[in-house]
């Protein structure tokens, strides 16, 4: 015991140094696995939004009472709305309004009973609106409130349009339509009925451009019409002198328009396609390149063109919107991993404590990752989950056991 303790110091010593050995025979490494992944080129522009409408307009100021709900396809001499002359009480203007929604909701109920028969999800979408409620009271969140029991009064209707109990539905109706009567005679009998000029979406959104921004004035837009245009100050009083009150979205393609640089319209010419993504909405929308401007002072306008259907598309003028101008998509690996052997790119991995080498094609590179095609067929490729070496000694080299 004591030869034992008498030896401990050169024993402690030996570990020491064979710990700094191995230490330093062994590289000091970080790996990091393979996986699918997406990177993108994109920019992020002020947007102008341009779209086919035409507008209804009516005689008189008053109150405009919709026949139909907000973004319903509607075809050409429907009547869509009234306008009622003489003033009146703002509540009965809001009753009214809401009594059309549940009437909508009503009809739209029972006239496509089969996809409501469905209870639990109706109830499922009552509880959580209540809970939505008790949310908002906690929080004493006055609109949240009012916002969810508006909902939850719709979806109630909902589930009494739809009870097989023999008319309870019908007899809901028609109470509610007795109530919008007794609104409209409060509005007076002085109205103007309005149709539709034109088959397409039905909208009151109207905020003055309508016949500024079109389809036909943009063709030839430049980057000092575009700045005229965003610019411009349509104030609400403006909107009413025009005597516009609603209007028809009459065409299925909208294009959004921006002003670029000559670096961020690099690679990018009329026809390709590009991806417009609202600020508000994580969804990509499909569009076609279709007009490119003459530069003035380094900027050209740029329009994207669409058929594919969007709320924001429909509903906004100027937002904020990234233009993605490629998508790569492929093997994504840490841009640390790259490495030049013999003016080869690749990466080194490690497969059962062996460093190999294995040589890659970049398609797109930026910031902290890289996109490398992948390629299976290919004897010694990289593969889906390598692990590969991100940082390390320099003393690395292909053979080496780690």
């Excluded at 009516?58 to 139909?68: C, F, H, P, Q, T």
């Excluded at 999800?121 to 009271?137: C, G, P, Q, W, Y």
């Excluded at 349009?161 to 028609?174: C, Q």
């Excluded at 003459?294 to 429909?314: F, H, I, L």
Aim: aromatic share 6%.
């Amino acid at each position: 015991m004591k030869k034992l303790i008498r030896l401990m110091p050169t024993i402690l010593i030996l570990l020491f140094v064979i710990i700094n050995i191995v230490r330093y025979l062994t590289p000091d490494m970080k790996t990091e696995m393979v996986q699918h992944g997406e990177m993108e080129l994109s920019y992020s522009f002020d947007a102008l939004v341009i779209r086919g409408e035409t507008t209804i307009s009516a005689d008189y100021k008053g109150v405009l009472e919709s026949m139909v709900t907000e973004g319903e396809m509607v075809p050409k001499g429907k009547h869509v709305a009234s306008i009622y002359e003489n003033a009146v009480d703002e509540g009965v203007k809001k009753k009214l309004i809401s009594i059309n929604e549940r009437i909508a909701e009503v009809t739209a109920a029972r006239a496509n009973q089969a996809s409501y028969t469905d209870s639990y999800r109706t109830e499922s979408d009552i509880n959580r609106k209540l809970s939505d409620m008790r949310t908002a009271a906690e929080e004493k969140n006055v609109k949240k409130i009012t916002v969810a029991k508006t909902e939850l009064g719709l979806l109630s209707d909902r589930r009494t349009a739809t009870e097989n109990d023999g008319g309870t539905g019908e007899r809901l109706l028609a109470a509610l339509q007795a109530e919008k009567a007794s609104y409209e005679k409060n509005l007076g009998k002085s109205h103007q009925n309005l149709y539709s000029p034109a088959s397409g979406d039905y909208s009151t959104k109207i905020d003055g451009y309508e016949k500024v921004i079109t389809p036909e004035s943009t063709k030839e837009l430049t980057p000092d019409d575009f700045k005229t245009l965003t610019e411009m100050k349509v104030t609400k009083e403006d909107v009413e002198k025009s005597g516009i009150v609603c209007k028809i979205i009459d065409s299925l393609n909208w294009s959004v328009a921006v002003t670029a640089t000559e670096k961020e319209l690099a690679d990018i010419k009329s026809g390709d396609t590009v991806y417009l993504r609202n600020h508000s909405s994580n969804t990509d929308v499909p569009a076609t390149i279709s007009y490119i401007s003459a530069p003035k002072n380094g900027r050209y306008v740029v329009c994207a063109t669409s058929d594919v259907s969007c709320d924001w598309a429909e509903t906004e003028r100027f937002l904020d919107i990234d233009f993605v101008k490629k998508k790569y998509s492929g093997l994504k690996i840490p841009s640390s991993a790259l490495r030049v052997v013999d003016g080869e790119t690749g990466v080194y991995t490690v497969s059962d404590g062996i460093v190999k080498f294995k040589k890659v094609n970049i398609s797109y590179k930026s910031g902290k990752y890289a996109i490398a095609e992948e390629d299976n067929s290919s004897s010694g490729g990289l593969l889906l989950y390598d692990e590969v070496i991100v940082s390390g000694s320099k003393k690395i080299k292909p053979g080496m056991r780690v």
